[in-house]
């Protein structure tokens, strides 16, 4: 999860730089797989500190608890103490109480719900940032397009240099700058560049140069 915070606070390092000379996208190729990409938060949901989740232990009750995960990732089960849950899925999160419960319990049967995303909540915000009326950080919702994102922050303010604003999408160890032509999309219905967002997508709108 720290390596997760750290990629947001590179990647708004980034836009923060690129704000203050012109404006340099990615390359066409890749630009295109970042596109196409399904983002991690979406396919496979890890746990991180501020989640809670209920381990169930079948036909054990006294077993099952509700738990968030702990600043140090870790959570504390009956019987086995700590067990670290940050970074995992709820499904390998299971397996593992199992394993360590299985020193106890013969054969235990756990599942792992989670209950409140709270780190997802952060990790997975959306962004609006520069040339906008009001600067926004909102949560995910499948969906949503640069253009939700930008009338949600009010629309542009009479400085955006509105077709240089910018994508900015983690792929892989990256950063990919993707073009976005506002002024195409709000003015003249253009929406080839209205792309729909994944979770921790960043637009940045670019002032005019006088």
């Known amino acids: 999860m720290k390596r997760n915070l750290f990629s947001v606070t590179l990647m708004s390092g980034a836009i923060l730089l690129s704000g203050c000379a012109s404006t340099q996208f990615s390359s066409d190729e890749l630009i295109e797989q970042a596109l196409n990409s399904k983002a991690e938060l979406i396919s496979a949901y890890k746990l991180g500190p501020t ?5 169930n232990v079948w036909r054990n009750a006294e077993l099952s ?9 870790m959570i504390s089960v009956p019987l086995v103490g700590d067990i ?7 499904e390998a999160l299971a397996d593992d109480v199992a394993k360590a419960l299985s020193k106890f319990v013969k054969s235990p049967k756990v599942s792992v719900v989670v209950r409140n995303m709270g780190s997802y909540e952060y990790i997975g915000r959306v962004r609006v940032t520069g040339a906008v009326n009001n600067a926004i950080s909102v949560p995910y919702r499948e969906g949503m397009t640069v253009m939700d994102l930008v009338l949600s922050a009010g629309g542009l303010n009479n400085f955006a240099s509105a077709n240089d604003s910018g994508l900015y999408r983690k792929f892989g160890d990256t950063v990919v700058a993707i073009p976005v032509k506002l002024d195409d999309i709000l003015l003249k219905g253009d929406i080839s560049t209205n792309y729909t967002v994944n979770p921790g997508d960043i637009i940045t709108i670019p002032e005019k140069t006088f």
Not at 65 to 73: C, E, H, K, L, Q
Request: no cysteine; glycine share 10%.
């Open 84 to 90: 670290e849950a940050s970074g995992k899925t709820p």
């Open 51 to 55: 989640d809670v989740v209920s381990v």
């Open 65 to 73: 608890i509700s738990v968030p995960v702990r600043p140090d990732g």
